[in-house]
């Protein structure tokens, strides 16, 4: 039998591209990587351990961790993780029962100076309910000779002794992680975890959202019905496409609200951010796995008379994935970059928005699981290509087909021609993954009865920005207000030709966008955490080139954020001379401007080597907060420019500065782990830097209406250039230096704090509510 080859590392753990056999890598002291899986009891508060066969070239006899095993060459870790609790302990379980807690770095030498390791862990933590049998297991006898349960404690204390019959692990440096993650887990205070959760949900508003249904149609009431139902279908995918434990978690968390006041408390929170990772707060998890779903599988292991099966609760990782489920957990950037680059045909299609990335092995290690256990190595593919392109419609099938059957079902009944070409299309796109039609057809929506429905932003892609989230916005147009702002997407040829930047990188082909003011009556998918007032789609580049974009105001949306949060945010935080100058139009101004400067400027471009690309792919992961920034600046620009051309008001010149600026503390507050909230800190500390923003002895700010100008001008300029000329390390400099929490935005959030003004609103939607119910 050939030796196990392993990928030889650097010493920061990235991939060499040299692999060797697995006693040279222990000969020469040469990094590769691992898998730990431990199993913890939860109701018994115990580890379960495994004694190494005597045979082991290191540390036999000893007492070790549940499962353990190298990652051959090209192999993955969750792949290796699963397969090697089979191999060792006859332990069959899914990818959800998997949480990855820390990745562990021992580096030590024995056996004389003649076994050196230089190893990376993925340290997975698996948790059941009760202990499994000790008859249950089927061990692997030149691998493991015994398991046994210990209590966590005294396992620890045995550690810290360097008691000579276990493997030796410091519990004082990074190994105590796992001992402290489950501390922190079991010995939670109650009380004050429920007031932690009702802290975090004073944040949000709650908002009741109506919107006048005089001039939709008897038909398109009906129709409303069906599209309310498809667009909760939206909640599901999307739900899935955040983490693959989110559903179940959802599940369970519905119904055990009314278990206690902390049951209900978890709930609610979990509502607002459709996950278990707190939007507000940097993505930090607000639940744990101990706070999930209980499942049982009756054949993990060997059947033992009188036990039900395993009961293990569905894992998800305390650090929220930057690659959501669109990636395999355990691929980086560097195995996806080789790939890609490795294809010929379907190139564009590993960076489209349409699609998730799996693994071939998974697929293999699936039918290994469900086929007697056969030889797994006849099911892998070509590991150096593990990675595969699988379309949403066949990802999503099951729920794609349900949302068409409800689309096309209200389609037919619509009396609008318009809607009906838009809900027949995105009904066919979701079958057949081509979302080229649907999205020109809403372009040209021409209805009472406003509908957005289908795979747009890309911001929970915090990997490299590529993949589209599901959502639907459904809501009421308000005729007038739509046709006052004709004006802006009249002149965006004009905007474009004038931008602050070479004119070497400005378009020609710029074209009007449509702008629609709706009443928004329901909206689902990827609408956590803070709700957007406004969306400028498609995303789509073909789309964007060929016809441009359009844009969707949500009015009503907008008129609750001022109401609730500019308002109040202004009374504390803008000097009382420039107070009055907050006011409503300017601010729903600004934000119609934000969303028409997302249709101007670089989008596709020629890199210096002549090569043609775009803004989104040259950026990746930077590309949302660095174009969220480039709205909101060049917005400003755009409204001045206006303003001085006599299309708008002259009035709006002080009052777009003072609202923008109390507007910059409202997004802030949305975290700098968020688009929105990045760039808004960015814009924030360079106009500060420039002295635009002043802060004032008794901490309130105001606008040096000599300097704002030049700093707004500068700032444009700066963006846009590093967008036209994809330059990803400027972009990454840019938002280092400012796109930080610096002191004057940490006074003005504590005063906020202090009075407990509301960072965003929690919208309640009667009439929907009514139809689902």
Not at 389 to 402: A, C, R
């Amino acid at each position: 039998m050939a030796e196990e080859h392993l990928d030889v590392l650097t010493k920061s753990g990235h991939k060499t591209g040299i692999s060797k056999p697995r006693g040279d890598v222990h000969r020469d002291g040469d990094y590769h990587r691992a898998v730990h899986m431990w199993i913890f009891a939860e109701n018994t508060q115990q580890l379960l351990l495994q004694r190494r066969a005597d045979c082991k070239d290191s540390w036999p006899g000893l007492w070790d961790i549940s499962s353990a095993g190298h990652i051959s060459a090209g192999d993955s870790s969750l792949v290796t993780a699963r397969r090697e609790l089979q191999e060792e302990l006859g332990i069959v379980l899914p990818r959800d029962a998997f949480e990855m807690i820390f990745i562990f770095l021992q580096e030590c030498v024995i056996n004389d100076g003649k076994y050196i390791n230089n190893e990376f862990n993925d340290v997975y933590f698996v948790t059941t309910l009760d202990p499994i049998p000790l008859e249950a297991f089927s061990l692997q006898e030149s691998e493991v000779s015994a398991v046994k349960y210990i209590s966590y404690g005294e396992y620890r204390s045995l550690l810290a002794k360097e008691d000579p019959d276990y493997v030796p692990y410091d519990v004082n440096g990074q190994y105590g992680r796992l001992f402290d993650i489950i501390e922190q887990r079991y010995k939670e205070n109650t009380v004050a975890r429920s007031l932690a959760l009702q802290k975090q949900l004073r944040r949000y508003a709650s908002v009741s959202l109506n919107a006048e249904l005089t001039g939709v149609t008897d038909a398109d009431r009906e129709a409303l019905v069906l599209l309310v139902k498809a667009a909760t279908i939206m909640d599901e995918i999307f739900n899935l496409q955040v983490w693959y434990s989110n559903p179940v978690l959802r599940d369970w968390l519905k119904e055990h609200a009314d278990a206690s006041e902390l049951d209900k408390l978890k709930w609610m929170y979990y509502v607002i951010n459709k996950s278990p990772w707190s939007c507000l707060d940097e993505d930090e998890a607000f639940l744990t796995t101990a706070d999930s779903a209980i499942k049982l599988l009756p054949e993990a292991t060997q059947q033992v008379t009188g036990w039900k099966g395993l009961e293990y609760r569905a894992a998800f990782p305390m650090l929220k994935p930057p690659g959501a489920n669109f990636y395999p957990p355990d691929m980086d950037k560097k195995e996806f970059e080789l790939w890609k680059d490795s294809l010929t045909k379907d190139k564009q299609d590993a960076t489209g928005f349409f699609n998730v990335i799996k693994r071939h092995s998974e697929f293999g290690l699936e039918l290994f699981l469900s086929n007697d256990r056969a030889d797994v190595t006849n099911h892998f593919v070509d590991s150096t290509h593990d990675l595969c392109i699988v379309p949403f419609s066949q990802e999503y099938n099951p729920f794609l087909k349900k949302a068409a059957e409800l689309l096309c079902k209200a389609g037919d009944l619509t009396s609008s021609s318009s809607l009906k070409r838009l809900l027949h299309s995105k009904a066919n796109a979701f079958l057949s993954n081509d979302y080229y039609d649907s999205d020109i057809a809403w372009m040209e929506l021409d209805s009472k009865l406003d509908v957005t429905i289908g795979p747009y932003e890309t911001y929970e892609d915090a990997l490299f920005g590529y993949k589209a989230t599901f959502e639907a916005f459904i809501g009421v147009r308000d005729d007038k207000a739509t046709a006052q702002l004709k004006l802006f997407g009249d002149n965006l040829r004009i905007l474009e030709q004038n931008l602050p930047m070479d004119s070497i990188y400005k378009s020609e082909d710029v074209i009007a966008a449509p702008i629609r003011v709706i009443q928004l009556l329901y909206n689902a998918g990827d609408v956590k955490g803070p709700q957007t007032v406004a969306f400028n789609l498609p995303n789509d580049e073909r789309i964007v080139n060929d016809r441009g974009t359009s844009m969707v105001m949500l009015k009503n949306v907008s008129e609750a954020k001022f109401k609730h949060i500019l308002q109040p945010i202004s009374d504390v935080c803008i000097t009382k001379e420039q107070q009055e100058l907050v006011d409503f139009e300017s601010f729903f101004t600004h934000t119609i401007c934000h969303e028409c400067c997302h249709g101007i400027g670089p989008h596709t471009i020629t890199l210096p080597n002549g090569q043609k690309s775009t803004v989104r792919l040259e950026l990746q992961e930077l590309h949302s907060a660095l174009e969220e920034a480039k709205a909101d600046i060049v917005g400003l620009w755009a409204l001045r420019f206006l303003i001085c051309q006599d299309l708008l008001s002259k009035s709006l010149l002080k009052s777009m500065y003072i609202s923008f600026l109390a507007g910059c503390f409202r997004s802030v507050r949305f975290g700098l782990q968020e688009a929105h909230g990045k760039g808004q800190a960015l814009q924030f500390n360079w106009l500060y830097d420039k002295g635009a923003f002043i802060l004032h002895s008794d901490d309130t700010f105001s606008v040096d209406f000599s300097r704002v100008e030049g700093a707004v001008e500068s700032l444009s300029r700066e963006i846009l250039t590093i967008q036209a000329k994809g330059d990803k390390e400027a972009a990454n400099l840019l938002l280092q230096k400012y796109g930080k929490m610096t002191q004057p935005l940490k006074i003005a959030l504590q005063k906020l704090e202090k009075i407990q003004v509301p960072v965003d609103i929690a919208p309640i939607f009667p009439i929907a509510n009514k139809i689902l119910e």
